[in-house]
């Protein structure tokens, strides 16, 4: 009954390549993220969906594509795969984004382990 | 826009030792303050927060901080450490209204050391 998961956990590829990774939540939240932990573990967030819309894109290349199927998916697609995507992606999940503070708490997957060769 | 300062890239105690682990933010708006632990190969877990209210917050295993406003600062501390309390720790911030909310901005992490 795991809250938050990814597949795979760990994922690698050569460069070029085109990837995916998948989150599914079952805490019936609105609010899904993708965050990126580089070599340093610095963890910054890529994008945000709520209710299947796109709310927050940081400065993302193109080649991050995220796609949200339902509330309770949210997806990262990446393409042409380079040395410096290599990293952990956490996906986390909030009940929503209203000024309420409960809506902002983040609940964290297991994340996926990215290397690029 | 938010930001958080962690000061202190690893910190090291004694079992048994105070812990505490500093922090700093920044934000243009009213702030929603986190703590989250990582521990190694593994997502990230929610220790406490502050949102309104008291501002003595206290999480789990033992964890507390404190919001100080005045010196926009949100340590935290545990006061007998433990073994088990070893891992990477990271404080974050995001605002409270508007496009704020939701992006949480991360400190760099503050790796914790426990010696028996």
């Known amino acids: 009954d795991t809250a938050v998961s990814q597949t795979p956990k760990y994922l690698v590829t050569q460069m070029g390549n085109d990837k995916s990774i998948k989150c599914e939540q079952n805490l019936g939240h609105d609010t899904m993220y993708w965050y990126k932990q580089d070599s340093k573990k610095f963890l910054k967030i890529m994008f945000s969906?709520?209710?299947?819309?796109?709310?927050i894109n940081e400065t993302v290349p193109n080649r991050f594509s995220p796609k949200s199927p339902d509330k309770a998916h949210l997806n990262l697609h990446i393409n042409s795969l380079e040395l410096g995507d290599s990293a952990v992606y956490f996906c986390?999940?909030?009940?929503?984004?209203?000024?309420?503070?409960?809506?902002?708490?983040?609940?964290f997957g297991p994340g996926t382990r990215l290397t690029v060769l | 826009a938010q930001s958080v300062t962690q000061l202190g890239s690893h910190v090291s105690v004694s079992e048994g030792a105070l812990v505490l682990l500093r922090c700093n933010y920044s934000?243009?708006?009213?702030?929603?303050l986190f703590w989250y632990v990582q521990y190694p190969n593994q997502g990230l877990q929610l220790l406490l927060k502050y949102t309104t209210g008291a501002t003595l917050v206290k999480g789990i295993n033992g964890f507390e901080a404190e919001f100080k406003k005045s010196e926009t600062s949100f340590h935290l501390t545990k006061p007998s450490a433990h073994m088990s309390d070893a891992a990477e720790y990271f404080c974050?911030?995001?605002?409270?209204?508007?496009?704020?909310?939701?992006?949480?901005?991360f400190g760099r992490g503050t790796q914790l050391t426990v010696w028996p």
């Open positions: 969906y709520n209710n299947k819309e796109l709310i």
């Open positions: 934000s243009s708006v009213p702030p929603y």
């Open positions: 986390a999940s909030s009940p929503g984004t209203s000024g309420a503070p409960t809506y902002n708490e983040q609940f």
């Open positions: 974050a911030v995001s605002g409270s209204r508007g496009s704020t909310l939701g992006r949480l901005y």
